[in-house]
């Protein structure tokens, strides 16, 4: 009878899914909860992943300042070193960087010996402006999968900040404003991080985006100077300027102020030929902060977990890959926080479908730049 119950104990998972998003059952918590709990591990400052309303938060220390700004100025937040362990009933409960934003962590949950990671977002390419991803050995990894399909496979990024660069040079040349299209927290920090070896010549920004960089800079990630665009006098000159703006921004009135100029939008999205997001710009750079399918591969490999549970995205084609190889994967569906364009499909026509589905929805949930729009497009900050 022990045995048996005993056994039963065993085959319990450490995680989850239920309507509120992932739970730990052996601790008591949520991670990343797409509504209120008591208590919410936040991975990083994303609005699918940090949402106000739960009692008692914590995150790393570094996200701190990005918390703060999205779950609010009463939200109970406790801060965790990277790596500092945690004890949350039988759990014992850490942070480790995960590559994809300023603080931006995974959770690994020990039980009895046994080992589950929450991937949360995370990229393998170098990023000036947060902590490099630690692989963590597992038992059981869930790993995002936004762009879970062959296709993605990013360029190196220094390059892609080359062109971002060069374009840039070019629109000087031409006489027009550079206005680069990006998400606000995380896209637009590492592109001032990123040219920062290039030039110190100062950056335009959108208003949606100024808190968010000054928290970066708190942090201590070295950007190049930035002005906001409505500080400038009305007869100022654009031309020649790089100005940074959500995706949102372009396409309303705002922009007109700008003219001539050259619209881009850096994105893992502009790796999909043809898209209609990327028909809607002069330039498309390639810059993800989610991991591309190599990078989930070699990941999933490195944890060296024996099952693997892939959420948000293609997790039909990764989980499909895993299996074919003899891994134990099964997608984790949620109730809640599937990201804009996120499709379930194993083939690139898909992808072109997702991407275009993520782009109108991006393009009407975003059709101002007022400061309502600011928060929508924080919500949609998944590329
Ligand atoms: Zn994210
Ligand atoms: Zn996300």
């Known amino acids: 009878m022990w045995d048996v119950a ?11 899914p239920t309507p509120q998003g992932l739970y730990c059952p052996a601790g008591d918590f ?146 027009v404003c550079a206005m680069l299209c990006c998400y606000s927290l995380g896209k637009a920090q590492r592109i001032l991080a990123e040219l920062k070896i290039h030039t110190d010549e100062m950056v335009y920004l959108h208003g949606a985006m100024t808190r968010l960089v000054k928290l970066y800079r708190d942090a201590g990630v070295l950007m190049l100077p930035t002005d906001v ?63 591309d399918w190599p990078s989930l591969l070699r990941t999933i490999e490195e944890t060296g977990a024996k099952r693997v549970l892939a959420m948000h995205g293609h997790t039909d084609a990764l989980v499909l890959h895993l299996r074919e190889r003899g891994i134990d994967a099964a997608p984790l569906e949620l109730h809640h926080g599937a990201s804009p364009g996120a499709l379930n499909a194993a083939t690139e026509a898909a992808a072109e479908i997702a991407a275009e589905a993520g782009a109108l929805d991006h393009m009407s949930n975003n059709a101002s730049g007022s400061t309502m729009d600011q928060h929508s497009e924080l919500d949609f900050s998944e590329d």
């Open 229 to 291: 665009v409505t500080n400038q006098p009305k007869n100022f000159d654009w031309k020649g300027r790089l100005v940074l703006a959500p995706p949102g921004a372009s396409g309303t009135p705002w922009v007109k102020r700008f003219r001539p100029l050259s619209i881009g939008f850096a994105s893992g999205w502009m790796r999909v030929r043809g898209s209609r997001r990327r028909q809607a710009y002069d330039r498309g750079f390639v810059l993800s902060d989610h991991a």
């Open 30 to 175: 949520h991670i990343d909860p797409a509504a209120p709990v008591a208590r919410a591990i936040i991975t990083h400052g994303h609005g699918d992943h940090a949402r106000p309303g739960s009692r008692e938060y914590w995150g790393t220390d570094v996200g701190f300042g990005l918390l703060r700004e999205r779950l609010g100025i009463s939200a109970k937040i406790h801060k965790l070193r990277y790596g500092e362990i945690l004890q949350f009933g039988a759990a014992k409960v850490s942070l480790h960087p995960a590559g994809h934003v300023l603080g931006s962590a995974q959770v690994r949950i020990e039980v009895d010996g046994e080992v589950w990671v929450v991937s949360g977002d995370y990229k393998r390419e170098p990023d000036p402006s947060c902590a490099p991803f630690e692989p963590q050995k597992c038992d059981v990894f869930i790993t995002e999968s936004t762009f879970a399909l062959p296709v993605y496979r990013w360029p190196d990024p220094s390059i892609v900040a080359r062109e971002i660069f060069d374009w840039w040079q070019q629109c000087k040349v031409d006489g």
């Open 6 to 16: 005993r056994g039963l104990v065993e085959q319990m998972d450490l995680i989850v």
